[in-house]
């Protein structure tokens, strides 16, 4: 039978487990010539010998089947658990937050909010449907929302004043906070400065405090530079935004004959082939996708790996106005626009986070606009130049783990054998995660130098400043840290073979793997069939139905009972009720009840066959806390150790000491299966002695070899790893 601490291939020596079948030794030595506290003290340092002489490879469970196993799992566990906590609060650290309010607020701002224009009409992004609706948006919604909220430095104020002296501020500010007179109401209006004062000048001072922070005190740069650049009084603008479309070549696909007189060309859907990259469309210059520093653009239609025609805006709201204006009556969009989209960045002093956000609309052949928006945000900082102590402190020590345990893994490397060590999954794992955490530290390295490099731009350019590569490989690294944090957490699964319910679980997912994904091939089948069929059969009027990915989540989510059966009636009146039943009635009822009877029918023979083994886990830290609280409660002093003394059980009277038959066996061991127990159990009167015994014998037999079935497996595989390697 299984034992609860030995799930896995790490199983007791083949002479402890079939001790019977071993040769028998010389007869020079015999073991009744040992006395009991003898073989005790011989079998104890054979114990504690065997750990120290064999070079055994690291398994995939920790056994707690003695003092120093649980001795040395304990101080494995506790070291792992120190880095599981670093590596939970260093992957955490990647993530601010406010992140997820910084985008909230601007997607409300522009995509949520609408904008009334006329009675009764609105300008939403979401609502958007026609091209006209697009250019509607920028200029009723999206200047108005920019340039409404952005904060202005008073131009009457003179070009030194807001960066030079500290004197004039403070005279000022008793003229500011000076109460009005009494004597004089009628005159304190018109001689007050306006309302809005106070704000321009904290502003003012917030964007002097900005402009050290970006290094804008150019000479050659003049000091109104910074109006209307920071937005919600709290985010500055890098760079004024810009919009740019992708277009498709004239005459890209063919008109049949029949409609040449009603559509003279014709243009195709968006491909890399079929786009159109001439120098100059409309006055608006083709860039490169490396020219605009940005990245591909995934959207619902396409993937766009180009650059495009790009007009730049700028900070001033008229003047914006006056572009757009002109770009719509010239028709800048037309038949050959695939996709519109206009961008912008934001810095954020108070969290240290630049947002870069995108504003798409994506035209397809077939005419309409579908509205998407792209928000990314990132940190200014990485582990090298983080300003808090206490994390600084984290990711060092976390490194210093990592370094500890790649030390470990080299040398268990070389101990076992490069072959060996691959075909252990746990030495796979800490693989993937020793080496994610250094791709993590080159990201951060990469990192450092990419934000300095902005900055630097910012403070010394007027342009747009793209942070799309940025944006990008930031969503790479988070991602990685996630899996990284992902496997750590798995990996705490090694440490719980002292628990058999634990133990029951990852054994019935061994167990039942193959039978699982044997079912699964047949599962995969039927389920992609519907899948093909519902697209084919609902796609051009069900939206759950629309692609073909689109039609395979559609499945999972019927199977969880998430689905709209209104929407597939409407879709094939006649087919559709047909598809849903056949699906609920297979998928649902059948093939998902034979998944689970699979694993329930594992379950219950591993639930049968395991049992409550030898742990000494408890015992061990009972010990422990027992010998402490004694130091505690005896000032210090140690506990003095006597040897036991084994009791002695005199015989009865009526009973001879001479008589094998009348005296009683010795104990062998404290735990014994029930066959072998009855082996040596006293055979009862009036029964035959040589046929009880070889019944008994024949049952432990039988037991043995049942073991030796079940294992075979584990026994194999330690019988190949303990072989030499130049021997086959």
């Known amino acids: 039978k299984l034992s609860v601490s030995d799930p896995g291939p790490r199983k007791p020596p083949f002479s402890l487990n079939f001790g019977m ?16 506290p003898q073989r005790q003290s011989i079998e104890a340092r054979r114990s504690q010998a065997g750990p120290a ?57 522009f995509t949520t909010r609408e904008m009334v224009i006329a009675p009764s009409v609105t300008v939403s992004f979401e609502k958007l449907i026609t091209v006209p609706d697009w250019w509607d948006y920028l200029i009723y919604n999206f200047l108005i929302t920019l340039h409404g909220d952005m904060t202005f430095i008073d131009k009457e104020e003179p070009p030194d004043n807001s960066t030079s002296t ?21 005159a304190a209006p018109p001689a007050a400065p306006p309302e809005p004062a106070a704000p321009p000048g904290r502003a003012a001072r917030e964007l002097q405090n900005k402009s050290d922070h970006f290094h804008f005190h150019d000479p050659n740069t003049p000091s109104h530079h910074l109006t209307g650049r920071v937005f919600l009084y709290e985010n500055l603008l890098l760079g004024p935004p810009r919009i740019r479309q992708i277009r498709v070549r004239r005459e890209s696909c063919y008109v049949n004959d029949a409609f040449i007189r009603y559509f003279n060309t014709c243009y195709a859907a968006y491909s890399a082939a079929a786009e159109q ?64 989209l206009v961008e912008f960045s934001l810095f954020n002093e108070n969290t240290d986070i630049f947002q870069s956000v995108k504003f798409i609309a994506e035209i397809p052949p077939t005419g309409g ?46 101990k076992s054998g490069c072959k060996n060590y691959i075909s252990s999954i746990v030495n796979v794992l800490d693989c993937i995660i020793l080496l994610m955490c250094y791709l993590a530290l080159l990201y951060n390295v990469w990192h450092t130098f990419k934000v300095h490099n902005v900055l630097d731009k910012a403070g010394s350019q007027m342009t747009y400043q793209s942070l799309d590569v940025l944006c990008f490989w930031n969503i790479i690294y988070v991602d990685m840290m996630a899996i990284l944090a992902f496997l750590v957490w798995i990996k705490i699964f090694k440490f719980i073979s002292f628990n058999k319910t634990l133990v029951q679980f ?33 796609g051009t009027k069900h939206p759950d139905f629309r692609n073909f990915i689109t039609s395979i989540l559609t499945m999972i989510r019927m199977i969880l ?21 056949t699906y609920i009635l297979l998928v649902f009822f059948i093939l998902l009840n034979m998944f689970l009877a699979i694993i329930m029918e594992t379950y219950n023979s591993v639930k049968s066959e395991i049992t409550q083994g030898r742990s000494h886990l408890g015992s061990y830290i009972y010990k422990k806390l027992t010998g402490f609280f004694y130091l505690l409660t005896h000032c ?14 005199e015989p009865p009277e009526d009973q001879d000491p001479d008589d094998p038959d009348q005296v009683e066996p010795h104990e062998v061991r404290r735990k014994m299966s029930p066959a072998e127990a009855k082996y040596f159990q006293e055979i009862p009167p009036g029964e035959n002695h040589d046929l009880t015994r070889l019944n008994n014998r024949v049952g432990l037999l039988e037991e043995i070899l049942e073991q030796l079935i079940t294992n075979m497996d584990d026994i194999l595989k330690r019988v190949d790893k303990s072989r030499p390697k130049g021997k086959k």
């Open 21 to 36: 079948f071993k040769k028998k030794k010389a007869k020079d030595s015999p073991r009744p010539s040992l006395t009991p």
């Open 53 to 109: 002489q064999q070079n055994r490879a690291k398994t995939t469970t920790i056994l707690y089947t003695t003092d120093e196993e649980v001795r040395d799992a304990l101080m494995e566990f506790a070291v792992f658990i120190i880095f599981l906590i670093l590596t939970s609060l260093v992957t955490l650290s990647v993530r601010h937050s406010y992140m997820f309010y910084f985008n909230d607020t601007m997607k409300k701002l």
């Open 166 to 186: 500290e004197e004039e501020q403070n005279e000022q500010k008793p003229e500011q906070d000076a109460p009005p007179e009494p004597a004089a109401p009628p």
């Open 277 to 340: 990259r001439t120098g100059k469309y409309k006055g608006s210059k083709y860039m490169t996708m490396n020219e605009l520093d940005s990245t591909p653009i995934w959207t619902v239609l396409g993937f766009y790996r180009t650059g495009g025609y790009v007009v730049d805006l700028s900070y001033d709201k008229d003047e914006n106005m006056n572009t757009i204006t002109r770009l719509k009556d010239t028709h800048w969009l037309d038949r050959g626009s695939r996709l519109s």
């Open 369 to 414: 606009v579908i509205p998407q928006t792209h928000m990314q945000t990132v940190k200014q900082y990485s582990f090298f130049t983080d300003l808090s102590m206490l994390m600084t402190v984290i990711y060092i020590f976390w490194y210093i783990m990592i370094v500890y345990y790649t030390i470990n893994e080299i040398t268990e490397m070389c």
């Open 506 to 538: 990852t054994t019935t997912l061994k167990r039942c793997s193959k039978d699982l994904a044997g079912f699964s091939l047949m599962f995969g089948i039927v389920f992609l069939a519907y899948a093909q069929l519902g697209l084919l059969l609902f």
């Open 561 to 581: 009972g998430d689905f709209q059966y209104n929407l597939i009636e409407q879709a094939n009146r006649v087919l559709g009720p047909i598809y849903f039943l």
């Open 636 to 649: 210090g002093r140690k506990r003095r150790h006597q040897p036991p003394i084994p009791p002695r059980d």
